[in-house]
């Protein structure tokens, strides 16, 4: 059973500095799309980046580019998001989500795994 396990969320001043984990277990993740997604309160969830993890090809929500960055370590089947120059618009729930093979990064219904969420929160 697949399971993805997120952790690094919390409380940090706008400018700030967050790094977001998930670890992924219950089988291996070759040939899978690793994606992040997140949700502020009376919002969609929205998509913010994805890493093929075969390739390592990468893609990027317009709102993010420049200040996140997505990476993945096969060894550890862990996929990380390092949010830099976070803003109070960044405020939500982030959720790591898994797909088979490589579908259209940005949405959310090709993907088949979710994990519980983290919070961020970014004050001003």
């Known amino acids: 059973q697949v399971q993805l396990v997120e952790s690094g969320g919390g409380l940090v001043q706008a400018g700030g500095s967050l790094r977001l984990s998930c670890v992924a277990s219950?089988?291996?993740?070759?040939?899978?799309?690793m994606g992040w997604f997140r949700q502020a309160p009376g919002k969609e969830r929205e998509f913010v980046a994805a890493?093929?993890?075969?390739?390592?090809?990468?893609y990027y929500a317009d709102s993010v580019k420049g200040r996140f960055t997505i990476s993945r370590d096969n060894a550890k089947n862990t996929v990380s998001l390092q949010m830099n120059s976070l803003k109070p618009e960044d405020t939500a729930v982030y959720y790591c989500t898994a797909a088979f093979g490589p579908v259209p990064a940005a949405l959310a219904s090709k993907y088949d795994y979710w994990g519980q969420g983290t919070q961020v929160t970014v004050s001003s």
């Open positions: 890493i093929r993890w075969s390739t390592g090809n990468i």
């Open positions: 219950g089988r291996t993740f070759s040939g899978f799309t």
